[in-house]
């Protein structure tokens, strides 16, 4: 079993009643001094420790439990309270191994919809940008890739709000690589305009929000780079898209 297994069975190993095969599996990996359940069993004994100590032990006086036992109809027993207060114990450990675990696997699933509401929020940010742009009264388009059998093929929206480029036919970026798209000024050196990876299908839609020129761009460009990017192009163009303003 890997660690991932074993978890929620620390707590057991550390009373000394986990079953096995988990008992078995645990014990191989603290022999092995594996970091990850050397930490867990040290949190577990921690619990253990902490819950041993929670409600020190009370014996009642001989003479009120005999008085109590004799309320009730029964005869005195030889073995007290021990097996009582022992369950109660055993329950008090298996509330708080339960309520543990519950509030772990609560944590993990607040942080998971933290993250999906990020990506959602930044995906309609995205959307709204291009919109924006499509729908722009200065919006002007430059088509790239047809009449050419070969991939890629799109086109480029700019206006002075940003630009939005749509491609199809772009297969996905190699491991430690990804798309970098570049605006061209005319007469001037490529300005980055971000980063981007295309879809399993080949498909990306990628918008750089900023002001603006389309008078004074040259043409849109998109290159393969190294993931972190570059200050300049490193590679021959993917795709160019000349710009061509009425």
């Not at 001989?62 to 309270?81: C, D, K, N, S």
């Amino acid at each position: 079993m890997n660690c991932e297994e074993l978890r929620g069975h620390f707590e057991l190993f550390a009373m000394g009643v986990a079953e096995e095969p988990e008992r078995s599996e645990i014990r191989e990996h603290l022999d092995r001094g594996c970091e990850v359940c050397m930490g867990e069993m040290k949190r577990a004994r921690q619990l253990a420790a902490l819950l041993g100590g929670a409600a020190p032990p009370a014996a009642p006086s001989p003479r009120l439990r005999r008085r109590i036992l004799a309320a009730a109809g029964y005869e005195e027993r030889r073995f007290g309270l021990a097996p009582f207060l022992a369950a109660a114990a055993l329950l008090f450990l298996s509330a708080a191994f339960y309520f543990a675990t519950r509030e772990n696997s609560l944590v993990a699933e607040t942080v998971q919809l933290r993250q999906k509401l990020r990506d959602a929020t930044i995906r309609l940010t995205e959307l709204n940008e291009a919109f924006a742009i499509l729908n722009g009264a200065d919006t002007t388009v430059a088509s790239f890739g047809q009449g050419n059998p070969r991939p890629p093929q799109g086109k480029a929206f700019l206006t002075s709000r940003g630009v939005l480029l749509i491609v199809s036919n772009l297969p996905p970026a190699p491991g430690g690589k990804a798309y970098e798209m570049w605006v061209i000024p005319k007469g001037a050196k490529a300005v980055p305009a971000g980063m981007f990876q295309s879809d399993a299908d080949g498909s990306a839609v990628h918008v750089q929000p900023g002001p603006l020129d389309p008078h004074t761009t040259a043409a849109v460009a998109v290159t393969l780079e190294n993931q972190a990017g570059a200050p300049q192009p490193t590679s021959q163009p993917l795709i160019a898209a000349p710009v061509s303003v009425p």
